[in-house]
């Protein structure tokens, strides 16, 4: 007899709703739940296939250990795995002080672990220094909305309300590919004769249904913003009204914008005047309208200026705090969104609180328990934290946990040294990533299937993710680990490993903050299909849609802030004469740990490649399937060429899923953005030419 327990796909932030079948001594297999309101039963092939890693035959099912540096890791039991990391901690703080040991964290862990992770960092461990890899998705989009904002919500609207916008900005995406399911809106959106404009270097699958394409030169963003606010303000498209009563800071914004007349845009930006115009006119003319960032915009040395650049626009013309409109990011990890809310990031304590405010310090102590004083400081940012790893001064210990920061961090080969320089490394994994294979201790942990708790999507919804199955035996939750390292640390009595119970104190913890959990229950979830945040109390119906009243900004009023166009942090030249950029594939995700064992994903995105125009090919004696070296200042990689001529004649672009010589982020620019911290993956210098 067969059963079906409803829950989500362990991929990207839609987090579909699936459901898992069970038939008596059969696999789990992956079922439609048309009944959910964000995919309506829609699945990309990674959900689909999702199921086919519970049992994978290169799961992890018992801790590993390394005896001494240079030795091979053996298997091992619980105790003495947990036991070596205790005295690794303790031995790292005695020597080198509290703030020794680190933690970096992952935007694929539940709410309940998320926020597990950064207590356990403050009062079990006492340190600064834990961050995540959700820093390298949508910090800059968050910056640049609490500036603008005064708060951080990927979408400040459901998914339903994207049709209704008659036309829709896309600045830096792909869904198409990297979320197929959410194109059922857009899809809708097209046949009520709604307008799609795409900005991006590629003709992606995206853009080939777009009624305007921008085919921008990298990293000119902020000036494509400015130039299509230029022709609004010149072409009396701006909504006065709304700017008057409803914003602040517009008088500076007007005076930068005057100067980004459209010859001068399309000269930085290589989009065509016709181009820009047509774009700014249908966003002008819209009665409704929506302008949608994602990594392409955000992933840069000046990500926050270039979103503000856009949130500038949406707001001169009135296109924001109504229905069907609004200026919103498409987060891109699965808890992307709730993962940076509740303390795994270097600034905050939960609920989007700051960690250097001593108010809100005061009510996280008295919630957990602790002095004020105990709790640390604001640490180092995801990529500074992993700069200094085994540095002086630097963390000297670290526990990763769900990131495989080797494949996945920009200037990968200098982070394999910085790990390799540490007096201890942990990292907990389903399977022995790129990562773990250099950790000191591994721990095998329960897969989403195998474990409850809750995720926030990208609308900013709160689900809740049921567990289908058992673990493995000798596989344990994080929350599991997490607790029994806190008891022989002895803050034991601070911790509980179950996933309702810190659910619980999450709520109390988020309490009053921006990102107000409180009146959210695993009930509610179950009952109402998620609950949007905030939701400050039990009788609250929670917030589908924001800023409709007002903004959250200490005067209700959205904020502008000047944008002038910088150059990306490395442009080419001579001796790096092209553009390089980097996004994912429909077929994998992230690092690929776990897409690039999936044998169906596996024979529809092998390996590595690199998209190059005919006619740069051409130019360095190129052909389809050659092996390309490419190289940067950081370092070089080889992938087979793929021609096309969606691609810009200056740029390159490749995928950064697969480890081995295809590995893009050998190639990337550790810039940084100076608010967000985030590295500026999307664009560098590079040479190409036949391997």
């Known amino acids: ?82 036991d070596r990391i205790v005295t690794e901690i303790r031995l790292a703080q005695q020597k080198y002080g509290l703030d ?36 390298f998705c949508m910090s800059s989009a968050a910056a640049a909305g609490i500036k603008a904002f005064g708060i951080d919500r990927g ?67 902020g000036a494509l913003a400015n130039g299509l606010l230029h022709i609004a303000m010149a072409d009396g498209l701006l909504d006065h009204d709304f700017i008057e009563a409803r914003t602040t800071g517009f008088e500076a914004v007007r005076r930068v914008i005057a100067s980004y007349w459209p010859d001068r845009v399309e000269r930085i930006t290589g989009v065509p005047v016709k181009d820009l115009t047509k774009a700014a006119h249908l966003m002008g003319e819209a009665a409704t309208a929506m302008v949608l960032t994602a990594r392409g915009a955000e992933q840069q040395s000046k990500g926050v200026e270039n979103v503000q650049a856009f949130i500038n626009l949406a ?56 002095e004020e004083a105990s709790i640390p400081g604001p640490g180092r940012s995801a990529y500074e934290l992993l700069d200094t790893l085994g540095t002086p001064g630097g963390v000297r210990a670290l526990m990763v946990a769900a990131s495989n920061v080797v494949v996945s961090a920009p200037r990968s080969s200098h982070i394999e040294e910085r790990l390799d320089a540490l007096d201890f490394l942990v990292v907990s994994d389903i399977f022995l990533s790129e990562t773990a294979e250099r950790a000191d201790v591994v721990l095998p942990v329960t897969q989403w299937a195998e474990e409850e708790g809750t995720m926030t999507n990208l609308e900013g919804r709160v689900l809740l993710r049921r567990r289908a199955m058992d673990p493995p035996p000798g596989v344990r939750s994080d929350a ?69 009243d007002k903004f959250a900004t200490d005067d209700g009023r959205a904020k502008f802030y000047p944008i002038a166009h910088k150059a990306a942090a490395e442009e080419p030249d001579d001796e790096y004469p092209v553009y390089l950029t980097t996004g994912r594939v429909m077929a994998q995700y992230q690092s690929g740990t776990q897409t690039r064992r999936v044998e169906k994903l596996r024979a529809n995105a092998p390996e590595a490649f690199v998209e190059i125009h005919p006619s740069l090919a051409r130019r360095f004696g190129i052909a389809d399937g050659d092996m390309v070296r490419l190289a940067t200042r950081r370092g070089a990689a080889e992938a087979k060429a793929r021609l096309t001529p969606s691609i810009r004649q200056d740029t390159v672009f490749v995928p950064f899923h697969w480890a081995g010589k295809g590995r893009a982020n050998l190639l990337t620019n550790d810039a940084l953005d100076p608010t967000s911290r985030m590295p500026e993956f999307k664009i560098c210098a590079v040479s190409i030419g036949k391997a």
């Open 315 to 370: 707001l001169a013309l009135g296109k924001a705090g109504k229905p069907h409109c609004g200026y919103g990011c498409l987060t891109g990890q699965g808890n992307g969104q709730g993962g940076r809310e509740h303390g795994q990031k270097a600034d905050q304590l939960p609920g989007y609180r700051k960690i250097d405010n001593p108010a809100h310090r005061a009510y996280i102590a008295g919630v957990w328990g602790v």
């Open 155 to 221: 979408l400040p609207f459901p998914l339903e309300d994207i049709p209704g916008a008659e036309t829709i900005l896309l600045i830096g995406s792909n869904p198409a590919e990297t979320m197929p399911p959410i194109m059922q809106y857009f899809e809708e959106h097209r046949n009520r004769g709604g307008h799609l404009i795409v900005a991006d270097p590629r003709r992606t699958p995206t853009a080939q249904n777009a009624a305007v394409f921008l085919q921008l030169t990298p990293g000119t963003d």
């Open 480 to 548: 599991q680990i997490l607790k029994a390292l806190a008891d022989r640390l002895g803050a034991g009595q601070y911790f509980t490993e179950r996933p309702r119970e810190i659910f619980e104190e999450l709520r109390r913890a988020s309490a009053g903050g921006a990102a107000d959990y409180a009146g959210i229950s695993y009930e509610r979830i179950a009952a109402q299909d998620g609950v949007f945040w905030p939701c400050p109390s039990e009788g609250h119906p929670g917030t589908p849609r924001m800023f409709l």
């Open 100 to 135: 020794s040991v680190g933690i970096f964290g992952g935007g694929g862990l539940t709410n309940e672990k998320a926020y597990m992770l950064g207590k356990f960092a403050r009062v079990a461990l006492r340190t600064s220094n834990i961050d995540y890899n959700g820093r």
């Open 1 to 82: 007899m067969s059963s079906a327990t409803a829950t989500h796909c362990p991929y990207c932030a839609l987090q579909c709703g699936m459901n898992l079948v069970s038939d008596a001594g059969e696999p789990l297999t992956v079922a439609a739940r048309p009944d959910f309101p964000t995919n309506k039963g829609g699945l990309c092939q990674k959900g689909w296939t999702s199921t086919d890693l519970l049992l994978h035959p290169d799961r992890l099912t018992s801790p590993y250990i390394r005896d001494r540096k240079g030795d091979e890791l053996r298997p091992c039991d619980w105790d003495e795995a947990l």
